[in-house]
């Protein structure tokens, strides 16, 4: 469902309106001689329009307001011309990008991450209308040629990226057989801890005793299945058994460590594609046309959080009064 | 012509009210004895306001430069009352004429009754009765007496509701001398105190007349449904007029004012009923000309 459809719910802000008009009875009577020949009736409550308590009904609209506008998730479009800066681009680049498309004065936006157009795409509704937009930087290229309904210059340059590094906990009595085995990747930058922590992302067992009860990574390389039940029964790929246990998936074979240097190569390939999956690449330099038709994701939720702090306050505020108010 | 009934609601002057009222409405209350200057004359006295031009003497006035009225000799000894309900009820307003009530309306009336009073040469005296008091001006003779009337009259306003029995008892006790009683109010109290006096008077013999008001809203329930009313004597309740309650408002009034002339003839009690739209003239001719009147 659309949430600016929740706009659709304001005329709920006539509700307090009406409550909170003024009662009042009757009381301009005028004189009549024969009124005895008349039966006697109840003063008529009249509500009129002038409001009683105007503080707390404007609290309570402001309430229902913010309720809405938390709902409806309203993005304003503030930002004009921007360049779009991924991490890690080099100052001149993009200086000189800027100023090739005539967008000097334009504010620089350092995007949080590298993927740019994923950003654009959540972001768009924050742009006016004309915006241009210039994106600088080692940006990934998409699977599908992104369309936005601004006119986005895409101006990539590849950062040499430095080699990823991972995170990997050995109990092993061949310690230094695997420490070779991580010493020699060639684009893989391995960190042994000594001690497990969150960062780990590999675990060698390597030791016929069961690991202890709190120790989990995402990976565990086990030599021997004797400590892990749930490689009883797993299935086998290329002369390993693979299996999901509650500690983190486990590849077991016996003969590990690998080896050859191929079998090591192959290894570590393996993980690094299933587990961390492919670098990106960057995309290439090219001038996206604004395309009116190009969906129009739904808003970031940029201003939800003050929304929802200020709900959070006028309730209060609303609950003090009604509270005050029946004392 | 002016409309005499537009007169009563604007004028502040009554004089002029009851001249424009009285103008070729030469019926008298009954017959006097007095026929005018000249006749068994009695004594001169000085010109007053109100007086005759036709009974000032003309050669007194050339001889002494100034204006001398004749007095003839007369031998009427009835009384004319003018009695005044300035109730609260009183103040109830023409729907139709505005800034006519029935105050305004009586007051003229009565002031009409005082002047033919004074044409005739009757004494004649007025009470007032207002809230828990009842204002007397003693009945005399003359023009001064009338302009005391009509000032008496014209100060008053309405208020309250009608005075208590022993007070209208004391007020009311007039000499054994016949006297003509004039009562003008709407006499929506009825049995009130007011209406013991009138007949205890009238079984003194004196000749009494009642003079009933109403306003045509009244009469023929035609008042804004969409206004809350209340009885101004009453004790505040709030009533409500619409179309559903027509009937039964209608019903209780007629029922009240069939038992009030029921009562009058039982008393033999003369009672005129006017709604205050229609002309003074017209009113004050049935007031005057009712079974007594000579």
């Not at chain 1, 005895?36 to 409550?45: D, V």
Request: glycine share 8%; net charge positive.
């Amino acid at each position: 469902m659309n949430p600016s459809l929740w706009w659709w719910a304001l005329p709920v802000l006539l509700l307090p309106i009406l409550w909170h008009r003024r009662k009042r009875e009757q009381d301009r009577a005028g004189p009549l001689a024969t009124a005895r020949f008349l039966p006697k009736s109840e003063p008529l409550q009249r509500r009129i329009w002038r409001w009683r308590e105007p503080l707390l009904l404007l609290r309570r609209c402001l309430l229902l307001l913010a309720l809405i506008a938390l709902l409806a998730d309203p993005v304003l479009p503030w930002r004009g011309a921007t360049v779009l800066v991924a991490p890690g681009s080099a100052p001149g680049l993009v200086e000189r990008e800027a100023r090739a498309a005539g967008m000097q004065e334009a504010p620089r936006l350092t995007l949080p991450g590298r993927d740019a157009l994923a950003w654009l795409h959540a972001h768009e509704r924050e742009f006016q209308a004309d915006a241009r937009l210039l994106v600088v930087g080692d940006v990934p290229m998409p699977a599908v040629l992104p369309r936005f309904r601004h006119e986005v210059i895409l101006r990539s340059a590849p950062v040499p990226a430095a080699a990823p590094e991972r995170h990997v906990a050995v109990f092993s009595t061949r310690l230094e057989t695997w420490r070779r085995l991580f010493g020699a990747l060639d684009g893989l930058r391995v960190v042994i801890d000594a001690r497990p922590d969150a960062r780990t992302g590999l675990v060698v067992w390597d030791l016929p005793e069961a690991p202890p009860a709190g120790l989990r990574a995402p990976l565990w390389w086990v030599t021997d299945a004797g400590a892990f039940p749930e490689l009883a029964n797993a299935p086998r790929l290329k002369g390993m058994r693979y299996a999901d246990s509650p500690r983190g998936r486990l590849w077991h074979n016996a003969a590990w460590p690998p080896s050859d240097a191929e079998a090591a190569r192959t290894l570590v390939a393996d993980w690094q594609r299933l587990h961390h999956g492919p670098m990106p690449w960057t995309a290439p330099a090219q001038v996206l046309a604004p395309d009116a038709a190009a969906p129009m994701r739904p808003a970031s939720g940029a201003l939800r959080a003050w929304l929802a702090l200020l709900l959070v306050v006028l309730f209060a505020l609303e609950r003090m009064a009604t509270h005050v108010r029946r004392r | 012509m002016l409309d005499s009934r537009a007169l009563a609601a604007h004028s502040t002057h009554l004089g002029l009210a009851v001249r424009h009222v009285l103008a070729g409405l030469g019926h008298g209350i009954h017959a006097g004895r007095e026929r005018g200057a000249g006749v068994e004359f009695s004594e001169y006295r000085a010109y007053a306001p109100g007086d005759e031009w036709r009974r000032v003497d003309w050669k007194l006035l050339a001889r002494a430069d100034r204006y001398f009225v004749r007095e003839a000799e007369r031998d009427s000894h009835v009384a004319a009352w003018l009695v005044l309900d300035a109730s609260a009820s009183m103040l109830e307003p023409s729907r139709r004429i505005p800034g006519l009530t029935k105050l305004a309306y009586a007051k003229l009336l009565l002031a009409c009754v005082g002047a033919i009073a004074q044409r005739q040469g009757d004494a004649f005296g007025l009470v007032v009765c207002r809230g828990e008091r009842a204002d007397v001006v003693p009945a005399l003779r003359g023009p001064r007496q009338l302009q005391r009337v009509l000032a008496r009259l014209e100060r008053t306003e309405a208020g309250g509701g009608l005075p208590g029995a022993e007070l209208l008892r004391a007020s009311l006790h007039f000499s054994r001398t016949p006297s003509f009683v004039c009562v003008a109010g709407d006499f929506l109290d009825w049995p009130s105190p007011l209406s013991e006096a009138l007949v205890r008077l009238r079984s003194m013999r004196h000749d009494v007349r009642a003079l009933c008001l109403h306003t045509e809203a009244e009469a023929e329930g035609g008042f804004d449904a969409g206004l809350a009313y209340r009885d101004p004597e009453g004790e505040g309740g709030i009533v409500r007029f619409g179309r559903d309650l027509r009937a039964g408002y209608l019903g209780k009034r007629e029922a009240h004012f069939e038992e009030l002339a029921r009562q009058c003839r039982r008393h033999d009690l003369p009672l005129v009923q006017a709604r205050i739209e229609q002309a003074p003239g017209a009113v004050l001719h049935a007031l005057l000309h009712q079974r007594g009147g000579r």
